[in-house]
C-alpha cells in the first residue's frame, strides 16, 4: 500500500488527526537528523534540536499553507534556524561542550575515535561556510537529491544551485586540505 | 591544483562573481559529481558511501561529505520525541476546543468536520476573518480622517488638493435634496477664500476656481428653483458670494496676464446672470441695480490700475439671518458700484 504523499498527511493533521502529524515526523526525521548531525556533532544536541524541529512543525501546522512547494523545505529552514540559534548560544558554553565532548571519546574504540574525529573536522570545515551552502552540500551528497530538488528545496534556480555548490567545494577543499588535483572544467583538461 | 585552477580563472577567496565561466564549471561540476555521488532514487542517505572518484580535489570533497556522519536515533529517542508531539499536539487540539484530547496520540479519534481547522467553528473563522476586516476598515477610517483635516487647507495645485475635491463630492453625494443647495453654496465660498489666498500668498489667478464657484452657485439657483432647500436664507447668501466674485475679478484682471484677463471676463458675465437669476427668481428686489454695477465693474476694470485691497465680505448671512440682515446686501452691492 502506497503512502499518503505529504499534502494528504498535512491535510489530515490540521484537521485534528494525530497519526497523521506523526506519518509526517516519522516520515522526515531521518534526513533532518542527518542535516543536523551535519552541523552538531553532540548526540544530546542532535536529538534535543530534532525534537524542537518538529514541536515547530506541529505548532506551525495549522498556519501552514499547501503551495507546491515541498513540505521538506520547509523543516529544513526550521532545522537550519535552530541551529544557528543553537550556536548563538552554545558559544557561551564552547568549554563545557568541547570538555563533554573529549571525555565521552575516552569510552570508544580507537577506530571509532579516528572517525568521529574525522566527522569533527569535517563539520568544523562545513560550519566555515554559509548556511545556504552547508545546506545545498548537505541535500546533494548526503540525502543525494538531484540538483533540481535542492533547487526546488531551497526556492533557486538551478543555475544559482550549481554555482553555489561550486564555491562551497572549492572552499571546503580548501579549508580540509584537499587540494591534490583539479580538472579545468570549461575547457574539460586537467591543470 | 584547485589554487591554479582558482588563479587561472580569477576564482579566489571573496572574489567569486556568478558570471558565465563560474556556471560553466558550476554545470561542468555538476555533471562530474553525479557520476560520483550519483542522486539516490530511493530512500536518501543509505545510498553506499562513495570513493574518492577519480582523485579530483572537488570530487573527493564531495565523497567526503557523502560520508560523513550518518546517525539515526535510536528507536527509543524516536518514540519520546513522538510522545513530545502527541502531547504537544494533542495540547494545542483541545485548547482550541476541537474534538479529541490528551490521548489523541494512541487514538486519534474521528476526524474533525469538514470546515473546520484546529477545531475551530465555521463561525469562528468567520469572526476572525471579521476582526480583521474591522482592523483595516479602523485603520482605513482614521487615516482617511486625518487625510481629509490635512487637505482641507490644501489650495489649487497642491498634492492633497484632489483629495479636498473628492471628499466635497463625496459630501454631495450623501447630502439630502433638502441640504444640497446649501452645501452647494458653501462649496463656491471655500472655492473663493480658495482663490482669493493665491493670490495673496502666490500671486497666481486660476479662472478654474472661479468657475467652479459659479457651477456650484448655478447648481444651488437649479435645485431652489425645484423646491430644495430653504431659499429665503439661500438667496441672500447666492447674492452675497457673486458680489464677492465681482469683486475678486475686478482685483485679479489688474494682474492676469491677457490669456486669463479673457477668460475673467467670461466668468463676470456668467456671474451677472447669475445674479440676474437669483433676483429674477428668489425673493431680493435689487435686480437692476446689482447687475449694471457688477457688469460695469468687469468690463471697465483695465490691467494694470492699482485697486484697493479686497475686503472679504463679512455681511454674509447665517443660515438663521433675519430679514435686517439680509438687508445689507443691496448696500454692499451699490458700494462696489459706486467704487
Known amino acids: ?191 | 591544483m584547485v589554487d591554479d585552477f582558482l588563479q587561472d580563472d580569477g576564482f579566489r577567496d571573496g572574489n567569486i562573481r556568478d558570471n558565465g565561466d563560474c556556471w560553466d564549471d558550476g554545470q561542468a561540476l555538476a555533471r562530474q559529481l553525479d557520476r560520483a555521488v550519483p542522486p539516490a532514487s530511493g530512500p536518501t542517505g543509505d545510498s553506499p558511501p562513495p570513493d574518492a572518484g577519480d582523485g579530483d580535489s572537488l570530487v573527493a570533497v564531495a565523497c567526503r561529505v557523502a560520508r560523513g556522519p550518518h546517525p539515526a536515533l535510536t528507536e527509543v529517542a524516536l518514540d519520546r520525541i513522538e510522545d513530545q508531539l502527541r502531547s504537544r499536539y494533542a495540547a494545542l487540539y483541545a485548547r482550541s476546543g476541537a474534538h479529541s484530547g490528551a490521548d489523541a496520540g494512541a487514538n486519534p479519534g474521528p476526524r474533525a468536520p469538514v470546515g473546520r481547522r484546529w477545531g475551530r467553528s465555521r463561525w469562528q473563522v468567520i469572526g476572525h476573518r471579521l476582526r480583521h476586516v474591522a482592523a483595516v476598515l479602523v485603520v482605513l477610517l482614521l487615516f482617511s480622517g486625518s487625510l481629509s483635516v490635512v487637505s482641507a487647507h490644501s489650495l489649487p495645485g497642491d498634492d492633497l488638493y484632489p483629495v479636498k475635491t473628492i471628499i466635497e463630492e463625496l459630501q454631495l453625494i450623501l447630502v439630502s435634496s433638502d441640504r444640497e443647495p446649501g452645501l452647494r453654496v458653501r462649496l463656491a465660498e471655500r472655492r473663493l477664500d480658495e482663490f482669493e489666498q493665491l493670490i495673496r500668498e502666490r500671486e497666481t489667478v486660476r479662472p478654474d476656481v472661479l468657475m467652479e464657484a459659479s457651477a456650484q452657485l448655478n447648481r444651488a439657483l437649479t435645485l431652489l428653483a425645484a423646491g430644495h432647500g430653504n431659499r429665503t436664507e439661500l438667496d441672500p447668501r447666492i447674492a452675497n458670494t457673486s458680489y464677492r466674485q465681482a469683486t475678486l475679478i475686478q482685483y485679479a484682471a489688474s494682474l492676469a496676464p491677457p490669456e486669463i484677463y479673457d477668460n475673467l471676463i467670461l466668468i463676470a458675465d456668467w456671474n451677472n446672470l447669475l445674479i440676474g437669476r437669483v433676483l429674477g427668481e428668489g425673493t431680493l428686489d435689487y435686480h437692476g441695480s446689482v447687475v449694471s454695477s457688477v457688469h460695469r465693474i468687469s468690463l471697465s476694470s483695465p490691467r494694470g490700475e492699482t485697486l484697493p485691497p479686497i475686503s472679504t465680505p463679512t455681511s454674509t448671512p447665517e443660515p438663521d439671518a433675519t430679514p435686517d440682515e439680509q438687508s445689507r446686501i443691496p448696500a454692499l452691492v451699490l458700494c462696489v458700484a459706486a467704487g
Open chain 1, 1 to 191: 500500500m502506497t503512502e499518503p504523499p505529504d499534502h494528504v498527511l498535512i491535510e489530515r493533521a490540521q484537521n485534528g488527526d494525530a497519526d497523521a502529524m506523526a506519518g509526517l515526523y516519522r516520515r522526515h526525521v531521518a534526513a533532518i537528523t542527518r542535516y543536523i548531525s551535519y552541523r552538531i556533532s553532540e548526540q544530546t544536541v542532535i536529538e534535543d534540536l530534532t525534537a524542537e524541529v518538529f514541536l515547530r512543525m506541529v505548532e506551525g501546522l495549522p498556519g501552514y499553507r499547501i503551495t507546491g512547494a515541498p513540505f521538506e523545505a520547509w523543516l529544513y529552514r526550521i532545522a537550519a534556524a535552530r541551529v544557528a540559534t543553537y550556536y548563538r548560544k552554545r558559544d557561551r558554553y564552547v568549554e563545557e561542550a568541547l570538555s563533554e565532548r573529549i571525555e565521552s571519546r575516552f569510552t570508544l574504540p580507537e577506530a571509532d575515535i579516528v572517525q568521529a574525529e574525522e566527522h569533527d573536522e569535517l563539520r568544523a570545515a562545513l560550519r566555515q561556510l554559509s548556511d545556504e551552502q552547508q545546506t545545498i552540500l548537505i541535500l546533494r551528497f548526503v540525502e543525494r537529491k538531484s540538483h533540481e530538488d535542492v533547487a526546488q528545496l531551497l526556492d533557486k534556480s538551478h543555475r544559482a544551485v550549481a554555482t553555489a555548490q561550486h564555491r562551497a567545494l572549492k572552499r571546503l577543499a580548501r579549508l580540509l586540505g584537499t587540494t591534490k588535483t583539479s580538472r579545468h572544467y570549461i575547457r574539460g583538461k586537467k591543470s
